[in-house]
């Protein structure tokens, strides 16, 4: 039971931590080699990895996806070790709109138009995105910004998944007195009255059966 236990809560907490490095910003330094938009047949194993389409538009089965091609130079750990060499990556460019993930992207034409532009030149950018780049399901993850940098040896500090795993950490402390707290006041006093009184109804049973036994002994 206790193997089950350690199982379940293993898995649990390993589909929170996929959840989160799908979900979170990542950032990227690459150079964008060119731009396309592509016709798309979605399927219900890769529906689910894309975002809707334009704000304000329909969401067929098989709509328009833009894409940005890019040369990402290729890191380790987690991106914290960068390595001299490069790979393709390739991004779509979709709007999140007001639901989900909450990045609040509205402008997916227009960030298309700036990727065609940087496209001419090159320069280093860092695209911040979320998702994940599958060539079985053919997903892609989706870029939310472009950033020109100096070059790339720039050093990128995630803000905002420093900030939320902070407050993600602090949040758990709290629930946790909190639970810690309520079990005090509340469970505590009713398991030790319960325990009290099971005390109490054995101790009479003991009494009872005490004194029957003394009764058969008289007879």
Same mark, same amino acid.
């Given at each position: 039971?206790?193997?089950?236990?350690?199982? $379940?809560?293993?898995?649990?907490?390993?589909? $929170?931590?996929?959840?989160? &490095?799908?979900?979170?910003?990542? &950032?990227?330094?690459?150079?964008? /080699?060119?731009?396309?938009?592509?016709?798309?047949?979605?399927?219900?194993?890769?529906?689910?990895?894309?975002?809707?389409?334009?704000?304000?538009?329909?969401?067929?089965?098989?709509?328009?996806?833009?894409?940005?091609? /890019?040369?990402?130079?290729?890191?380790?750990?987690?991106?914290?070790?960068?390595?001299?060499?490069?790979?393709?990556?390739?991004?779509?460019?979709?709007?999140?709109?007001?639901?989900?993930?909450?990045?609040?992207?509205?402008?997916?034409?227009?960030?298309?138009?700036?990727?065609?532009?940087?496209?001419?030149?090159?320069?280093?950018?860092?695209?911040? &995105?979320?998702?994940?780049?599958?060539?079985?399901?053919?997903?892609?993850?989706?870029?939310?910004?472009?950033?020109?940098?100096?070059?790339?040896?720039?050093?990128?500090?995630?803000?905002?998944?420093?900030? $939320? $795993?902070?407050?993600?950490?602090?949040?758990?402390?709290?629930?946790?007195?909190?639970?810690?707290?309520?079990?005090?006041?509340?469970?505590?006093?009713?398991?030790?009255?319960?325990? &009290?009184?099971?005390?109490?109804?054995?101790?009479?049973?003991?009494?009872?059966?005490?004194?029957?036994?003394?009764?058969?002994?008289?007879?």
């Amino acid at each position: 039971m206790v193997r089950v236990k350690f199982v $379940f809560r293993l898995l649990i907490l390993s589909f $929170f931590a996929l959840f989160l &490095h799908y979900v979170l910003p990542q &950032h990227d330094i690459v150079k964008v /080699t060119s731009t396309e938009v592509i016709r798309t047949d979605f399927s219900s194993l890769n529906r689910i990895f894309f975002a809707r389409g334009d704000s304000g538009a329909a969401t067929p089965d098989t709509r328009d996806l833009r894409l940005i091609n /890019t040369q990402k130079q290729s890191t380790f750990l987690l991106g914290f070790i960068r390595r001299d060499t490069s790979r393709v990556m390739v991004y779509r460019n979709e709007d999140t709109g007001w639901i989900w993930p909450p990045y609040f992207k509205f402008n997916s034409a227009d960030l298309q138009a700036v990727a065609a532009n940087l496209a001419r030149g090159d320069e280093w950018v860092v695209v911040t &995105h979320y998702g994940w780049r599958n060539r079985w399901l053919s997903i892609y993850p989706n870029a939310v910004r472009l950033r020109v940098v100096e070059g790339p040896d720039v050093r990128i500090i995630p803000w905002f998944n420093i900030g $939320f $795993f902070t407050f993600l950490l602090i949040a758990l402390l709290f629930l946790r007195a909190m639970w810690r707290q309520l079990w005090e006041r509340a469970v505590d006093p009713v398991l030790d009255a319960a325990s &009290h009184r099971a005390d109490e109804a054995q101790a009479g049973l003991a009494e009872r059966r005490s004194r029957l036994v003394r009764w058969f002994r008289r007879k």
